[in-house]
């Protein structure tokens, strides 16, 4: 049986995710220090490193999420359950990555950078892209909740 | 809801079977069931013609109101 063909568009999201995934990992370890990744000084044995990937990991779920979608709006699936869990996937992803962005990143590497010694307050980082895509997420997941009750009533109509 | 889809009572007349109809108009059977019924929202024009041509008969042979004044004031949603 032949494999199904791939839609432009989710073969292009696919690329950008895979591309924009690598291109973090060299930017945040750096080509250096990619030869001796375990070493004892290895950037990536630094707690910072893995906690400024909670964000970018959330996004690029949604980036995969959104390929997953235009698979099956290629397949012609009418508004069904598998794209609402699609568009819900984007928008979490959004959501999580830009909460992640703003309150837990900051927060998480202020308590490691003081070693835990001060336990107090929420460090916030209030950009403007990260609270953009939150709502952008938002959005989504309401256009999807929407969409998935306008389905079921033309399913409704014989 | 006052509309009535008196479907029964045409399949009766033509002697025809539920499941041949369906089968000619393209739908399944739990709908065409369904629509006999009256469990469902609403019929589209395109599965009512269908409907009249395989039947012989005309669009008001198929439903019935039942006169109800508070269909005024039902909200369509």
Same mark, same amino acid.
């Given at each position: 049986m032949p494999k199904p063909r791939l839609p432009m568009a989710a073969v292009v999201t696919r690329i950008v995710a895979l591309a924009l995934g690598l291109a973090l990992f060299f930017e945040q370890a750096g080509a250096s220090q990619l030869l001796h990744l =375990?070493?004892? =000084?290895?950037?990536?044995?630094?707690p910072d490193y893995w906690v400024s990937l909670i964000a970018p990991a959330f996004f690029l779920w949604a980036l995969w999420a959104a390929s997953n979608v235009f698979v099956r709006m290629d397949r012609g699936d009418a508004f069904g359950p598998a794209i609402v869990r699609g568009l819900r996937e984007i928008g979490g992803g959004l959501i999580l990555g830009s909460f992640a962005a703003v309150v837990v990143q900051p927060s998480l590497i202020f308590l490691i950078g003081n070693g835990f010694t001060e336990m107090r307050g929420v460090r916030f980082n209030l950009d403007v892209e990260n609270l953009t895509l939150a709502i952008v997420g938002l959005v989504l997941s309401a256009l999807a909740r929407q969409g998935q009750t306008l389905q079921a009533k033309l399913d409704s109509f014989v | 809801m006052p509309v009535r889809v008196t479907l029964d009572v045409m399949l009766a007349r033509r002697k025809l079977r539920a499941r041949d109809v369906a089968d000619q108009i393209g739908i399944s059977e739990t709908q065409l069931s369904l629509l006999r019924t009256g469990k469902v929202r609403g019929m589209r024009f395109g599965t009512l013609s269908k409907l009249c041509l395989i039947l012989e008969c005309a669009p008001g042979d198929l439903l019935e109101y039942d006169r109800d004044d508070a269909d005024l004031k039902t909200s369509e949603d």
């Open positions: =375990d070493g004892p =000084d290895g950037i990536l044995k630094t | -």
